[in-house]
DNA sequence: TTGCTATTGCGAATCAATTGCAATAGCTGT
DNA sequence: ACAGCTATTGCAATTGATTCGCAATAGCAA
């Protein structure tokens, strides 16, 4: 088990410590493909720990993301809830649909292609890009222009 | 005054109302070239009316969104704050410096290209874009480096 | 096993933003 | 100018995702 192993020598690396929590949590994120809130997260764990608690979901999120074993985002225009997913799917934008609440998965270079005109111009260095789209998926743009009459 | 009747009518026609609290805080975010947040546009707005209360300055900021007449936007990597600008600007996207926490506007075709590539490729329609990039201005980018050591 | 301390569960706190409500003030029509 | 309708305001209380303090617990190195 790859993912496990470099899991615990990362924590490890870290001064931190490998618990069964963290391993639950991450091992969810790892096999779905889908984009999680903490809320999510906390729902599937506790069918494995009925003793967790979601402020360990909070703590174990907020670690695995500053050790860049998940990646936190942002949907949808109201950003009210911070959602995760695996880094495994590499990089890639996501367009959040109104009428269905569907995330469909943007690949793109032109964003990188931004961030390195930007720094051959001005000389700023990147650490993070937030993007999300916004609209109507192809299935619903039919109903919103229903809607609009 | 172009803008104030361009308010008053649009007003109108949503079936609201033209009252001082909005004339105030839309001039507010029209004569400044920043970004602010609530608490901002209410600090401002309060010098010019004592009695504003700073519920008003949030619904009024969100009618003024959903009136086009502003843009709501998000800066660094935690969305926890909403900030505004007036919609005169342009289109454009920004970059908020981790060191000095300033924020430098970023003009590119590139994002609205991605958007019109998607569309053309899904048939879905964007309403929408949020783009927020993070990191190090040339200013900041050895102050930076040499912390990591 | 033991000892150190990172981590957990739990409840309380945060805090930007929202909401219910009674009082107020735009606006339309007279 | 006035009356009546109702959108809007000020105020206080609430929301809800996320964070925090703390005592009990559990990893892990020796
Ligand atoms: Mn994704
Ligand atoms: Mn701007
Ligand atoms: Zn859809
Ligand atoms: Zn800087």
Redesign the interface.
Same mark, same amino acid.
């Given at each position: 088990m790859e993912s496990k192993n470099s899991l615990e020598s990362r924590l490890r690396a870290a001064g931190r410590r490998m618990t069964p929590q963290r391993k639950l949590i991450l091992s969810i994120l790892d096999q779905t493909g889908d984009h999680l809130d903490a809320e999510e997260v906390y729902r599937r764990a506790k069918q494995q720990n009925s003793n967790l608690n979601i402020a360990t979901v909070y703590r174990t999120l907020s670690i695995l993301k500053d050790m860049e074993l998940i990646e936190q985002r @942002?949907f949808a225009?109201d950003?009210n809830v911070e959602y995760y997913e695996s880094v495994n799917k590499g990089e890639h @934008?996501h !367009?959040t #649909?109104?009428g269905c609440r569907k995330i469909?998965e943007?690949e +793109?270079p032109?964003?990188v292609?931004?961030?390195k %005109? !930007?720094s051959a111009l +001005?000389? $700023?260095?990147?650490?993070? $890009?937030?993007? #999300?789209?916004?609209? @109507?998926?192809?299935n619903c743009?039919n109903d %919103?222009e229903n809607l609009t009459l």
């Amino acid at each position: 088990m790859e993912s496990k192993n470099s899991l615990e020598s990362r924590l490890r690396a870290a001064g931190r410590r490998m618990t069964p929590q963290r391993k639950l949590i991450l091992s969810i994120l790892d096999q779905t493909g889908d984009h999680l809130d903490a809320e999510e997260v906390y729902r599937r764990a506790k069918q494995q720990n009925s003793n967790l608690n979601i402020a360990t979901v909070y703590r174990t999120l907020s670690i695995l993301k500053d050790m860049e074993l998940i990646e936190q985002r @942002y949907f949808a225009r109201d950003h009210n809830v911070e959602y995760y997913e695996s880094v495994n799917k590499g990089e890639h @934008y996501h !367009f959040t #649909c109104l009428g269905c609440r569907k995330i469909i998965e943007v690949e +793109t270079p032109k964003i990188v292609q931004v961030q390195k %005109e !930007f720094s051959a111009l +001005t000389g $700023a260095k990147f650490t993070h $890009a937030c993007v #999300c789209f916004e609209g @109507y998926c192809a299935n619903c743009v039919n109903d %919103e222009e229903n809607l609009t009459l």
